[in-house]
């Protein structure tokens, strides 16, 4: 099978096997196991992954539920064992001893969403729609995950020419909340070139390509719970300390707080519930939110006056609360340098031997915003405050639906001059 059609394949049976972030068990296995075939060394889970840097972990029994549905769709039982509790994974290719040339961060989880289940939906008329309920790849990461298995199969190829520096593949867990790249930011260290490929966003048309993308916003996540006292809503109401009603306050100061003056900012209350029945003073509500900016200092600034707001309410109900960050990013841009020297490699890649497998030179841009949050930005500030430079690129793709949404779907003729990209960027930078 030839390596095109061979990613495609990587990418299918990933898209049937959708796990959440930090339940990614059966994906670490089977990336870890193409990339040893390939003669690669894999690290994972607990071997690569720093458990107090992880942040918004699974509610108890999920980890369990997923370990051994994994083990029950066929992961082997020694790649379990490596990874301990936790997933993801990281792979170098060339010489151990050599500098770090580059890192390729590829996200890997799936989407709490229920795949569309219409036969015009190509996953379900072609076989491989996710097979668990609730959970599908609607954000492409499957995608992602057969980008970095082509590169690697194209760097260990047979009469491939040996690199002189390496190459890291970073296959990271829980980027949807931007929860799993702080835990693995040791593995950037020494790092002179750092680089994440998003497919389809930013550049929804087959054969274009961003290379140097920006504009990200910077975002916490957290989580808001309330604890009041119970009691009969009849009968003795003045008992009772309503924590819905402060969680509803707070809800109402949170989205009535000015936007800053210095720059773009936004904040969210997504989830609201309380209670336990209709003639009970609510004694505890739970409230999720974010907040955004499109610099790191406004977005911290909004987080810290939603704590303000937060406790203020509370203190006006007389509810006692707590407030976890479970998620958080901070604002990011592509170094141009670096950005010029993807745009020159795209253009400068002849076609395959069938006359594909490339891009047209004027469908390549070297700029493009973000709008939106992603932790490969933590990653990418991390390699430049060590002097190294970071990228960020839009793959374009056609889409049969939009990014999160049940009937999703990309184009998959885009993975393999992607591909063929990404090695002609190491040639560059490890050749």
């Not at 390596?3 to 049937?16: D, G, N, V």
């Not at 190829?157 to 980027?175: I, N, T």
């Not at 700029?367 to 002097?387: E, F, H, N, P």
């Amino acid at each position: 099978m030839e390596t095109a059609e061979k990613i495609i394949q990587w990418r299918r049976e990933l898209h049937r096997h959708p796990e959440e972030g930090w339940t990614e068990f059966w994906t670490t296995g089977f990336v870890a196991r193409q990339l040893a075939d390939m003669g690669l060394a894999p690290r994972v889970g607990q071997e690569v992954i720093d458990p107090a840097a992880r942040m918004g972990l699974p509610v108890p029994g999920v980890e369990a539920r997923a370990r051994q549905r994994a083990l029950a769709e066929g992961l082997e039982p020694c790649w379990l064992e490596r990874m301990g509790r936790t997933t993801g994974l990281v792979a170098d290719a060339g010489p151990a001893d050599a500098p770090l040339a580059l890192v390729l961060r590829c996200d890997m989880d799936a989407l709490p969403l229920m795949e569309a289940q219409e036969a015009s939906h190509r996953p379900v008329r072609e076989g491989f729609a996710s097979r668990h309920e609730g959970l599908c790849h609607a954000c492409g990461h499957d995608g992602h995950m057969a980008l970095g298995l082509g590169l690697a199969a194209l760097l260990t190829a047979p009469g491939a020419a040996p690199l002189r520096q390496r190459v890291r593949l970073l296959f990271q867990p829980a980027e949807e909340g931007v929860r799993g790249a702080a835990s693995m930011i040791a593995h950037v260290a020494g790092a002179r070139h750092f680089l994440a490929v998003h497919i389809g966003l930013g550049a929804p048309r087959s054969g274009d390509l961003v290379t140097g993308v920006g504009a990200f916003l910077a975002t916490s996540k957290f989580d808001v719970r309330f604890t009041g006292r119970a009691a009969h809503a009849g009968a003795a109401p003045e008992q009772g300390r309503d924590a819905l009603k402060g969680a509803a306050s707070a809800l109402l100061g949170l989205h009535a707080l000015p936007r800053h003056g210095h720059g773009t900012s936004r904040i969210c209350v997504g989830r609201l519930e309380g209670g336990s029945s209709r003639n009970t003073v609510p004694a505890s509500a739970f409230m999720a939110c974010e907040t955004r900016g499109n610099t790191s200092e406004v977005n911290d600034d909004m987080l810290r006056r939603a704590r303000d707001v937060i406790a203020g309410a509370a203190a006006m109900h007389g509810l006692e609360w707590r407030l976890d960050v479970v998620g958080g990013a901070p604002s990011a841009a592509s170094d141009a340098a670096f950005a010029d020297l993807l745009a020159r490699c795209a253009r400068d890649l002849p076609p395959d031997a069938r006359g594909g497998g490339c891009f047209a030179p004027s469908r390549i841009r070297e700029r493009g915003d973000m709008g939106a949050s992603d932790d490969a930005t933590t990653l990418m500030r991390a390699v430049q405050a060590q002097g190294g430079l970071a990228a960020y690129a839009f793959l374009g793709a056609d889409l049969a639906a939009g990014h999160h949404q049940p009937d999703f779907d990309f184009d998959e003729a885009v993975l393999w001059p992607g591909v063929r990209w990404l090695e002609k960027v190491c040639r560059e930078l490890a050749g």
